[in-house]
């Protein structure tokens, strides 16, 4: 059983200066929502009620969202706009919200690390809010947990990328166990297209056993000086303990621009039919 989802979301956003001046980039909207409520929305999706997020400095917006607003409710109750809340609301009647600040920024796997006493010693997903996914038939996190249930073990999403954007990603490689899994034995954080072990790219979502905590204590920082969850995920992965999984869906980079856009017109086309 997976209950809690734990949301790196302290970085900076620089790609979207100066947008994410002082708006997280967790807040910018694809069409009515803010990117965060769409990861929030999924792993709700997928059963699960306690969202923890790893916030930082400037990052107060993220807290007020995921709250009542008592005078913007008193201003629209009654008229026909009363209703552009639900989404929150259902959100508040059915999940808590804890936070954690990361102090410095030294990586995604210090900020998983950060994480650790909102989670405690239990299995958790983990969201990257930029990578916005829309799952088919369901979300993809859900897609995960069931796999998680019947592996019990770390479950990575990945993707296949065209070679020369593999050095974005953390890149795994190992045996099929069928179509849709891989028994990981390699992974590497954002390799060179020509040393990479393959071109599938993890992408922003992850189930994680909590050994990855102690596992993360003691890795080091690698790729770009900082402490990476692909490393630590590595460790895991040489007792074979880690399953990619090729998810059933489509992953917006809502990192870049591009992949922004795109994520706008598919939830705008999307909202017209
Ligand atoms: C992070 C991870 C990387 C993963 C990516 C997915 O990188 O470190 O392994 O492939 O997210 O979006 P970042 O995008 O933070 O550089």
């Known amino acids: 059983m997976i209950r809690k989802c734990l949301f790196p979301?302290?970085?900076y956003g620089t790609r979207?200066?100066?947008?994410?001046?002082?708006?997280?980039?967790?807040?910018?909207?694809?069409?009515?929502?803010?990117?965060i409520q769409y990861g929030v929305e999924e792993a709700m999706?997928?059963?699960?009620?306690?969202?923890?997020?790893?916030?930082g400095r400037g990052?107060?917006?993220?807290?007020?969202?995921?709250?009542?607003?008592?005078?913007?409710e008193h201003?629209?109750?009654?008229?026909?706009k009363a209703g552009m809340l639900a989404s929150i609301d259902r959100i508040l009647e059915n999940c808590t919200f804890s936070?954690?600040?990361?102090?410095?920024?030294?990586?995604l796997g210090h900020a998983i690390l950060t994480g650790e006493p909102l989670i405690g010693?239990?299995?958790?997903?983990v969201v990257l809010a930029d990578d916005l996914c829309v799952g088919y038939p369901v979300g993809v996190l859900k897609q995960m947990v069931k796999i998680y249930e019947q592996y019990q073990c770390s479950v990575v999403a990945v993707e296949e990328v065209p070679p020369h954007e593999v050095q974005k990603y953390g890149v795994i490689a190992g045996e099929a166990i069928n179509d849709e899994l891989i028994q990981v034995r390699e992974m590497v954080e954002k390799p060179a297209a020509d040393v990479a072990p393959s071109n599938l790219a993890i992408i922003g979502r992850y189930i994680l056993t909590p050994d990855i905590f102690d596992i993360l204590e003691s890795t080091a920082a690698g790729a770009g000086g900082e402490i990476q969850l692909t490393d630590a995920l590595r460790t895991q992965a040489e007792q074979g303990k880690v399953i990619a999984y090729k998810f059933k869906g489509m992953r917006f980079d809502c990192g870049s621009p591009s992949g922004f856009v795109a994520a706008t017109n598919h939830f705008y086309h999307l909202s017209r039919r």
Not at 45 to 55: L, W
Not at 59 to 71: C, G, I, P, Q, S
Not at 121 to 125: D, G, R, S, V
């Open 121 to 125: 010693n239990e299995p958790f997903a």
């Open 45 to 55: 999706e997928a059963g699960i009620k306690n969202m923890a997020i790893v916030t």
């Open 59 to 72: 990052k107060r917006a993220l807290e007020d969202h995921f709250d009542v607003n008592y005078e913007l």
């Open 16 to 35: 979207f200066l100066p947008a994410t001046k002082v708006l997280p980039k967790e807040m910018l909207p694809v069409l009515d929502r803010p990117l």
């Open 99 to 107: 936070y954690t600040r990361q102090i410095n920024m030294l990586g």
């Open 9 to 11: 979301a302290a970085g």
């Open 75 to 80: 201003q629209i109750r009654g008229t026909s």
